[in-house]
């Protein structure tokens, strides 16, 4: 692997996943953009959500980093999902499962209220069961988007790596906006490789993984001096 672990780096993740080895991680998770065009209330955007001609070589590289008979857990956009599974199924991935995030909250109202988030399991081979299985429905804490127009929050995301993700393991996401799955990557002891294209998001992305360091490392501190 050329880029070295628990890093995010600025960059368009189809060209930079190529620096990556082929089968050097354990496990992906991305919220991609959901080609919709979405714009928040702050009138923020996603980058990439207009135009699907990163599907294809994205999830093209995705497979070939992803270990044989792993897992892979990607969010997507509901109304666009023929061209997810069309990219999907194309680089080699096959659908295992389906987990819906239901909301206590309504964030966006057409001809209905719209109060779930939706992602795919995916798998590269046959990977053998988990050790620790979850649940299909794993409910959704508002995360306020302060970071990101889309931010997932974090306690939705650590129990997908502890399920699909072995000790140690490293998750790479892609598209990792304000760094929500590294965070979450590193909470619960593994390694983790992020992509953003975005250079205001990446900045976030860096203060957030610095404080969050800053914050274990004062806990380390803590428990030694209870020790001592």
């Not at 890093?7 to 990556?20: H, K, N, T």
């Amino acid at each position: 692997m050329t880029f070295p672990l628990n890093q995010i780096v600025l960059g368009d993740c189809c060209q930079a996943m190529q620096q990556l080895g082929a089968a050097s991680v354990d496990f992906i998770l991305t919220d991609p953009p959901y080609l919709v065009g979405y714009r928040d209330r702050e009138n923020r955007i996603v980058p990439g959500d207009t135009d699907g001609a990163w599907l294809k070589p994205a999830f093209h590289q995705m497979f070939r980093v992803l270990k044989p008979d792993s897992l892979f857990v990607s969010f997507y956009g509901w109304s666009k999902v023929d061209q997810f599974f069309h990219a999907w199924k194309t680089a080699g991935l096959r659908v295992v499962g389906h987990i819906t995030f239901p909301k206590r909250y309504t964030s966006t109202t057409r001809l209905m209220r719209y109060q779930h988030e939706g992602a795919y399991l995916l798998a590269k081979g046959y990977p053998k069961q988990p050790q620790h299985l979850i649940g299909d429905v794993v409910e959704f804490a508002y995360s306020g988007n302060k970071l990101h127009p889309t931010q997932k929050p974090i306690s939705i995301l650590t129990p997908l790596i502890e399920s699909f993700c072995p000790p140690r393991g490293v998750v790479l996401d892609p598209f990792a906006g304000s760094g929500s799955t590294c965070i979450a990557a590193r909470s619960v002891g593994r390694s983790y490789v992020g992509f953003e294209i975005d250079a205001a998001n990446f900045e976030a992305a860096k203060r957030r993984m610095y404080h969050y360091g800053a914050h274990l490392a004062e806990l380390a501190n803590q428990r030694t001096a209870l020790t001592a």
